[in-house]
T-cell receptor, first 114, second 113 residues
Framework: NAGVTQTPKFQVLKTGQSMTLQCAQDMNHNSMYWYRQDPGMGLRLIYYSASEGTTDKGEVPNGYNVSRLNKREFSLRLESAAPSQTSVYFC?????????????FGPGTRLLVL | AQTVTQSQPEMSVQEAETVTLSCTYDTSESDYYLFWYKQPPSRQMILVIRQEAYKQQNATENRFSVNFQKAAKSFSLKISDSQLGDAAMYFCAYRSDAQKLVFGQGTRLTINP
């Protein structure tokens, strides 16, 4: 049981390049999330997926697209990277049940856009 | 929109002492969850403790406990017998609609040996 995994761990892009951040979870959770964390700040929601086949915008969706490929995988795509997208990106999935709900986070992807 | 405020950018405590981190939030909802997450230098987000708003009893997890004041919209974290491994950024978070989390700005906790 690996939990939430993210690839890559670190990436450097030039302005205008595109890339996809991958996220997978093996806990059979329905909901998945993408957050970004800028220096000295808490996490802000980019996009989320409440279930397979659905996606919705969060607080800061501009410049990003997402795909919920299946129940396990939720990818984040930057079509044309900008320096303002330099950040640490976290994927999370949501465990729900009678004991309550908890989001479990991946290890993060550090992205530097030059 | 819900907001979460952590008014202490940095805190420090002597090893083995007790420290309290503050958090306030703003919401019109009556049913929600509140969380404290720990982020060590590895950047991993680790759940410390969770509180359901409908529960009057404050949550406790070993050395970590909360003081949940629903009317005051306050949710502080108390760490007892502080250990060097507790040094990290601590984030308070509120569970918004669709289970989205709204985070505070964080408090950097330093443990002095």
């Amino acid at each position: 049981n690996a939990g939430v995994t993210q690839t890559p761990k670190f990436q450097v892009l030039k302005t205008g390049q595109s890339m996809t951040l991958q996220c997978a979870q093996d806990m059979n959770h329905n909901s998945m999330y993408w957050y970004r964390q800028d220096p000295g700040m808490g996490l802000r929601l980019i996009y989320y997926s409440a279930s397979e086949g659905t996606t919705d915008k969060g607080e800061v969706p501009n410049g990003y697209n997402v795909s919920r490929l299946n129940k396990r995988e939720f990818s984040l795509r930057l079509e044309s990277a900008a320096p303002s997208q330099t950040s640490v990106y976290f994927c999370a999935s949501l465990k729900t049940g009678w004991v309550g709900e908890t989001q479990y986070f991946g290890p993060g992807t550090r992205l530097l856009v030059l | 929109a819900q907001t979460v405020t952590q008014s202490q950018p940095e805190m420090s405590v002597q090893e083995a002492e007790t420290v309290t981190l503050s958090c306030t939030y703003d919401t019109s909802e009556s049913d929600y969850y509140l969380f404290w997450y720990k982020q060590p230098p590895s950047r991993q987000m680790i759940l410390v403790i969770r509180q359901e708003a409908y529960k009057q009893q404050n949550a406790t997890e070993n050395r970590f406990s909360v003081n949940f004041q629903k009317a005051a919209k306050s949710f502080s974290l108390k760490i007892s017998d502080s250990q060097l491994g507790d040094a990290a950024m601590y984030f308070c978070a509120y569970r918004s609609d669709a289970q989205k989390l709204v985070f505070g700005q964080g408090t950097r906790l330093t443990i002095n040996p």
